[in-house]
């Protein structure tokens, strides 16, 4: 059954955060957590990264993983961390000015005055004026060194010499430089940086305690002479190759093909299907870690999957002609096509030229993917969910969307493009929705904007912007609602005639709006947290157990459907989500 359009962000949370240190409390002054030297530090290294992020791929790749619209999140703290920081008070000058990045000093000759906040606030203020006079532009991206730094440098109270410190600068290049490489989200999250001569390397000591690699499959087959994997690593994904005469003579190659043997001649066996492919993943698996940066894709914009590292990997039996990187060892195989690397769409992605959507999209606000964050409940990352890409988002910075407002880290939920004539069906519908303000008074999917990036192919010479999915509103549903696959909504029968009835007068103003929803079934009826039923997914991607066929895409098979739904599949699920 289709599950397309389903509210499906993740519920689960990390309870097992490291002890934060004492100053790190609700409550604290911003004088009190600079006093921990640790975390003034870990501060610098922040500030020094939004500084240099356009020069050094290091600083860049940290800030990336932030999860966070003010970037005060893993990899630089942890979440009560993160929480303290943000919480602390300070007394700061507040500078009445016309300058984009709200003045850091009063010697400005404008008018100023003194105000207690607390660090997000400040932060906030400094940047508002950035905000207003670039939204209508839609140019509301800032500048890292030129609009954050100086914010940064002023709110937090550290001058621009200690991010230019030698010894700071030393330590930057010895140790924390390899946090961009961290193997497991919840590392990140539990972050507590190591003394520069402590002689152990960061990942090394991160490695220690984190769970194991987690390795998505994606795809595979076997056919008589050979077979193939792709398997996904954080955003880096591996496809690997076994032509089975290069490696029959191996040792290693005699246990892989006698796992295949049985997956041929009982297709049926998972045990076997998934020996076989596990197999090829323990082979391949250090050269892997070696070669991929990030574990997970949660906390990584969707900017990152646009451009991902695609390796195409091939193993061989040992011969004196193939140099390999990775060493054979006892097994008799070695694994070439390490040194190549190409930068494609991943996890599903299928951009699609902004000019090939229809032209009542035109109006539809445009978010880089940049700034569309991947992450779980509380923006927490869960490794287990490392190749999920539909569902919660955060927006980093403001949108310049009229109903969102600023959308400063505003929870989302991000719907890939995977279908061309669905998506653009559900763009142009929800569009319309919007223009006629009928969200407004109905719980319809409410569409912020078009996530877009530019074109990653080579032969696209003049880099078109293409769309990669939409952003929508998030609905909350606490944890009696969800969708009628829902066992826990499932069990509400009393609440069943309230949505039977609120769902039909959705279904009524679409209508008399020439409007058709198009898909009905029991996944694309959300209840919110406040026990109300909305109506999602606008794709028309019939599913023929609520809607003949020959009733696709019309008044009448919306009709259907809801009867269908109420009036026989609710009454006696025959299935459910948990």
Same mark, same amino acid.
């Given at each position: ?321 193939? %140099? ?179 769902? %039909? ?47 696709? %895409? ?25």
């Amino acid at each position: 059954m289709s599950k397309k359009g389903k509210n499906k962000a993740a519920n689960k949370d990390s309870s097992d955060t490291k002890a934060t240190t004492t100053t790190t409390r609700l409550g604290c002054t911003l004088s009190e957590l600079r006093a921990d030297q640790d975390l003034r530090y870990r501060i610098c290294v922040l500030v020094y990264d939004l500084k240099n992020l356009k020069n050094d791929k290091a600083c860049s790749n940290r800030l990336d993983q932030t999860i966070d619209a003010l970037y005060i999140s893993t990899p630089y703290f942890s979440a009560e961390e993160a929480v303290a920081i943000k919480a602390a008070t300070l007394t700061t000058t507040i500078v009445e000015t016309e300058t984009e990045t709200a003045a850091v000093s009063a010697s400005t000759g404008n008018t100023s005055r003194e105000q207690t906040m607390t660090l997000e606030q400040a932060i906030t203020h400094c940047l508002q004026n950035f905000f207003d006079k670039r939204k209508a532009s839609g140019d509301w991206r800032p500048c890292g060194p030129h609009d954050m730094v100086p914010v940064y440098l002023h709110c937090f109270g550290i001058e621009k010499a200690e991010i230019e410190d030698e010894k700071f600068l030393s330590r930057v290049r010895r140790s924390v430089l390899s946090l961009g490489k961290l193997p497991s989200p919840p590392c990140r999250m539990d972050l507590e940086l190591l003394p520069s001569d402590s002689g152990i390397h960061q990942v090394d000591v991160m490695m220690a305690t984190a769970a194991p690699p987690l390795f998505a499959v994606q795809s595979g087959y076997t056919s008589q002479d050979s077979s193939q994997l792709t398997v996904a690593y954080g955003p880096t994904t591996f496809i690997i190759s076994v032509c089975f005469k290069d490696i029959k003579e191996t040792p290693w190659g005699r246990r892989y093909l006698n796992c295949v043997r049985k997956e041929t001649l009982d297709p049926g066996d998972d045990e076997a299907v998934l020996d076989a492919s596990d197999l090829l993943i323990d082979r391949c698996k250090s050269l892997m870690l070696e070669l991929a940066d990030v574990a997970s894709i949660q906390g990584l914009a969707i900017e990152a999957l646009c451009h991902s590292p695609i390796y195409r990997l091939r193993l061989l039996g040992i011969t004196g002609d193939v %140099e390999a990187r990775d060493p054979a060892g006892d097994d008799g195989v070695q694994i070439i096509g390490s040194d190549h690397v190409s930068y494609e769409p991943s996890h599903n992605l299928y951009p699609l030229p902004i000019s090939e959507l229809p032209a009542s999209c035109s109006a539809i606000p445009l978010i880089p993917a940049s700034n569309v964050i991947l992450a779980t409940t509380e923006g927490r990352a869960d490794p287990r969910e490392a190749a999920i890409i539909q569902g919660k988002v955060i927006l980093r910075t403001a949108a310049a969307v009229e109903e969102g407002g600023s959308g400063i880290g505003r929870a989302m939920y991000f719907k890939p493009l995977l279908a061309a004539p669905q998506f653009e069906r559900e763009a142009r519908i929800l569009g319309r929705i919007a223009q006629l303000g009928l969200h407004q008074e109905y719980r319809f999917s409410r569409l912020v904007g078009l996530v877009t990036t530019y074109s990653s192919r080579e032969q696209d010479q003049n880099q078109e912007t293409v769309v990669v999915g939409m952003l929508l509103h998030l609905i909350p549903t606490g944890p009696r609602g969800g969708d009628f696959l829902s066992a826990t909504v499932q069990s509400r029968k009393g609440m069943f005639p309230q949505w039977k009835a609120e769902v %039909e007068g959705m279904v009524t103003v679409l209508h008399e709006h020439g409007l058709v929803w198009g898909d009905v079934n029991a996944g694309n009826v959300v209840i919110d947290e406040e026990g109300r039923a909305w109506v999602i997914d606008f794709g028309g991607s019939n599913n023929a157990e609520f809607v003949d066929d020959e009733l696709a %895409e019309t008044k009448e098979g919306d009709w259907q459907g809801v009867g269908r739904l109420f009036g026989v599949w609710l009454l006696d699920p025959p299935y459910s989500s948990s």
